[in-house]
């Protein structure tokens, strides 16, 4: 008797080998996968506005050279995401209707505003941190495409968390305004960065079989624990104050402890209620109209290569 498709699955599965678009899957893992990967493209996405909105007031022109090729890598990112995730056999029009629509998110941390420039400087260390912690566990991620996109994001995001560390090292031994502004940046910056791992396992609606299909390889909570791990000695070299009072090293666990992320405000932003989701989306509405052209001649360039190829 022939092995099932479902047994081929399996096998593969539990042999770390990876699903490639061709294989059969669940039809759950690929719902799953194409909920996941298509959020995780638009964060790319949206994920450019807050940075991008400092391109042009950056205070030095190295600077700038540095944000631009930056916000640059962050389409980049998206774009190759939002290829993999076709290769489950959905389309970039489906998944910027249900980004307009609210059905797919994107992560909650990009409905804050940027107010300073030291926001960038916090964005490319927490936000970019936090995102390398995460990318570098979905490199294991059981999906092809999607692992081989961590592994080439991943290296692009280093240079963004260093790139982002730098300007709060140069700020934090700076003026004492310097400081403050690192200080504030670290403050509004910490909690929707915590945020980014989403909820405790506990209330996590997709961990379970995310985890079981390798989806997900660490949990939310692990993950964030990490994160904060990592965080932390680097919050002491920069001389500045721990954002959270109840951050302690737990000489049992081995671990930071630290405070409970505030949810209601977590559940509100991601339900759309952020202080930006609004004009988040109304840009990328604007941006993609604006973009309509280069589409269409994108289009009537290869219907006429086509067709002189027919010729
Ligand atoms: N924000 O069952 P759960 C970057 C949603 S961008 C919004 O735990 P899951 C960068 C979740 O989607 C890199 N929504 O979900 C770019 C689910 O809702 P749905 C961003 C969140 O999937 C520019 C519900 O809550 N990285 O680096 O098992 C500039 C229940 O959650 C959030 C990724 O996207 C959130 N924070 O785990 C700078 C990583 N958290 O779908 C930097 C890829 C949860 O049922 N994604 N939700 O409506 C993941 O790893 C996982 O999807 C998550 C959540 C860990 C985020």
Known sequence: M?????????????????IEPKDWMPADYRKNLIRQMSQHAHSEIIGMQPEGNWISRAPTLKRKMVLLAKVQDEGGHGLYLY??????NTSRD???AALHSGQAKYASIFN???????????????????????????????????SRAMIR???????????????????AKGSKEQKAMAQDALNRTWWPALMMFGPHDSDSAHSGRSMQW?????????????????????????GLELPDPEITWNEQRGHYD?????????????SGDGPCNRDRIRHHKKALAQGQWVRDALDAYHNKKSCESAA
């Open 214 to 238: 390798k989806i997900k390889r660490r949990t939310n909570d692990e993950l964030r624990q990490s994160f904060v791990d990592q965080s932390v000695p680097q919050i002491e070299f920069l």
């Open 83 to 88: 290829s993999a995730t076709e290769t489950l």
């Open 112 to 146: 804050y505003p940027a107010l300073s420039w030291a926001d960038v400087g916090a964005i490319g260390w927490l936000v970019d941190g936090a995102a390398i912690v995460n990318q570098i566990s979905l490199q294991r991620t059981s999906y092809g495409p999607y």
């Open 153 to 171: 994001i991943c290296k692009e995001e280093s240079f963004h968390q260093r790139q982002g560390y730098e300007i709060m090292v140069e700020l």
């Open 2 to 18: 022939s092995e099932s498709e479902q047994a081929i699955f399996d096998r593969h599965i539990e042999g770390e080998q990876k």
């Open 258 to 270: 630290f405070g409970e992320i505030n949810w209601d405000e977590f559940k509100r932003v991601i």
């Open 94 to 96: 489906e998944m910027n």
